[in-house]
């Protein structure tokens, strides 16, 4: 039921961002570009979608994956540079510019109270969980440096929040009947006991023979598979990068904490206090004592049961001052004197000290340093670096170096296309390289902005035309694909000849596999990781009419299988279920979603949409 939101997460991540206002999850980079050398990508209702804007928009959605991502993950896989990626991204600004048409003739505003209000909830405008008039001036003079003006910056917000408030208009379906609920939730759980009879592809390998003829055909008919991209090396400055990796060594990185609360009154002040005090003295001779005492005495009803564990903490402003202070100065393992807060007296212990790398924290870093280290005249400093590399002195990134004390850095080849230059993901950057200014001229590149106070300007050093590889080097390569792609196909037809066999209630010789329980994925549990998605769809797409009932599907590179389904299973649910609830809301989630997804169609045909082809970046 729900297979179309699970499966490529990523791409339907993007897909759904458009129902949030993007200053509050990007920050100020989507609001910056210059445009003035950009490309028209799109139109829609005879208004332009510039090349700045879509490579933009793919640097923000890279950036909230690297947010998103799990330590160990990789934040930026080849995801990012399919044609399928790409193709959401574009989609995703039609439709935002299609809304801000509709919103426009609707002529639908946003009232003086609502947009002060929305501007307020912004983190980047906040200290300490507030508003802050400085930062929200300071963010407003750097927008300037970037050719957008406060009042431009205003009117946009403004339309970004009419966008939101027509979206929740549309997307807020009536609540889903708990009965309609109850019988998706038997769907989703449902059981089918199925048997597979398998014809592997690897014994069909051995009697494959691919003639030469063959081979160089698929050659010639495919000259963009085997075609490598132009190419570059550059080198480039990082500005910004030597103030952050200072911050970073400056940054107290994050401290797993367990505490214990006594709470306290103003009566019972006094005795909660040397309550505090006997605890702490306790524990400085017997600190494994700590879980036991927090399960005991703590009257923190979120944390004692965990023996006080509250995970990890960053110096974020997010804590009450008192309390912050005291984890920052304490080492690891040390025992804390009562500290207070407005809840009473806490006792705390630092149980860990960990420091992730800079490529993993550098928006915290950022983020910490401005709270913690007024920048002053970054803005300044970045109008001078801009204006050095790319007028006074464009030839040449020695002089921006030296002036600035940076330390000039290389990068091995890069291919057109690709989204990557050093350590950042960066398709604006990267496409710089490729044009004609610094291809043939050898100038450097405009300084851009690849995150928060990091500006990076580059240079080309050595250029490759793109060329074709020669047959022989891929020969052996296509070689083995026509031979799996042979077998593949002899092995669905012994298969086919078999399920039609079956069919006709004939005996076979082959026999069926033990019999297994598999289940739909769902948000309540997952089938067996040995049922690959192409069984799945076959089986759960199988009508249930008449059973036994026979499916086949291709499994890729390994076998065609048969999988015949014996019996299907139906929980018992109670009506008190809370899954019900769950099952609502998604199921909630996907009417809106559809409602959305219609009225959108609606909308690209009320203004005439026009797009160029997106390709790929691989």
């Known amino acids: 039921m729900f297979d179309a939101i699970r499966d490529n997460k990523r791409i339907a991540q993007v897909i759904l961002g458009i129902l949030i206002i993007p200053f509050a999850v990007f920050g100020l980079g989507s609001y910056f570009g210059d445009g003035l050398r950009s490309r028209e990508i799109a139109t829609v209702g005879g208004t332009s979608i510039l090349e700045s804007e879509f490579d933009s928009a793919l640097q923000e959605q890279q950036q909230r994956l690297r947010l998103q991502k799990q330590p160990g993950e990789d934040a930026t896989p080849d995801l990012l540079n399919s044609r399928e990626w790409r193709q959401a991204v574009l989609d995703q600004l039609v439709a935002r510019r299609a809304l801000a048409l509709y919103s426009r003739d609707m002529r639908l505003t946003v009232f003086g109270g609502q947009l002060q209000q929305a501007l307020a909830s912004v983190k980047d405008f906040q200290e300490n969980g507030r508003f802050s008039l400085e930062r929200y001036q300071a963010s407003l003079a750097q ?51 199925v048997r597979e009879m398998r014809f592997p592809v690897a014994p069909h390998l051995s009697n494959i023979k691919i ?13 963009a598979r085997f075609e490598l991209p132009e190419r570059v090396k550059a080198e480039y400055l990082v500005f910004g990068e030597v103030d952050i990796q200072r911050a970073y060594r400056d940054w107290p990185g994050e401290r797993r904490v367990r505490h214990i609360l006594i709470e306290s009154s103003p009566e019972s002040d006094a005795a909660a206090r040397k309550e505090a005090e006997e605890i702490a003295v306790a524990l400085r001779k017997e600190p494994d004592r700590f879980p036991a005492l927090a399960r005991e005495k703590s009257k923190d009803p979120g944390s004692s049961g965990a023996g006080g564990d509250l995970g990890y903490v ?60 007024p920048v002053q005249g970054f803005e300044e400093k970045a109008a001078r670096f801009s204006d050095m590399v790319f007028n006074e002195a464009p030839d040449s990134l020695q002089p921006a170096a030296e002036a600035f004390g940076m330390e000039i850095r290389r990068t091995d080849w890069i291919d057109r296309g690709t989204v990557v230059l050093g350590e950042f993901h960066n398709d604006r950057l990267v496409a710089s390289l490729f044009e004609d200014d610094a291809l043939k001229q050898h100038h450097n590149t405009q300084a851009i902005n690849v995150g928060p106070d990091t500006l990076v300007s580059a240079r080309v050093l050595e250029h490759e035309a793109a060329r074709r590889v020669p047959f022989e080097d891929v020969r052996g390569r296509i070689e083995a694909q026509l031979r799996r792609a042979e077998a593949m196909r002899m092995a669905r037809e012994e298969g086919n000849a078999v399920l039609a066999a079956l069919d006709r209630g004939e005996a076979v010789n082959h026999a069926w596999g033990m019999p297994r329980s598999f289940q739909r994925a769902n948000s309540f549990q997952r089938p067996s990781q040995d049922f690959p998605p192409e069984a799945a769809e076959a089986v759960f797409a199988a009508s249930l009419e008449q059973l036994p009932t026979r499916v086949a599907a291709m499994l890729p590179d390994d076998a065609y299988v048969i999988y015949q389904i014996d019996s299907v299973m139906h929980p018992s649910i109670d009506d008190n279920d809370q899954r019900i609830a769950v099952m609502a ?24 949409v026009v797009t160029k082809p997106v390709t790929s970046k691989e």
């Open 314 to 373: 960053a110096q974020d402003g997010e804590m009450e001052p008192s309390f912050e202070k005291a984890v920052f100065t304490l080492k690891q393992g040390e025992i804390s004197d009562p500290v207070r807060t407005r809840y009473g007296f806490h006792i705390i212990q630092v149980t860990t000290i960990h420091k992730r790398p800079l490529d993993e924290v550098r928006d915290e870093i950022v983020a910490w340093r401005r709270k913690h280290e």
């Open 143 to 193: 927008m300037g440096l970037q050719g957008l003006t406060p009042a431009a910056f205003e009117a946009r917000f403004a339309q970004d929040l009419s966008i939101q408030q027509l979206m929740d208009s549309i997307i807020s379906s009536p609540p889903v009947a708990r009965s309609s609920a109850h019988r998706l939730l038997m769907a989703e759980l449902e059981e089918r006991m």
């Open 211 to 223: 003639d030469d003829a063959a081979i160089k055909k698929f050659y010639d008919d495919n000259p």
């Open 585 to 608: 809301k998604q199921y909630g989630l996907l009417l809106g979603q559809s409602d959305f997804e219609s009225f959108l169609a609606s909308l690209r045909d009320r203004y005439k």
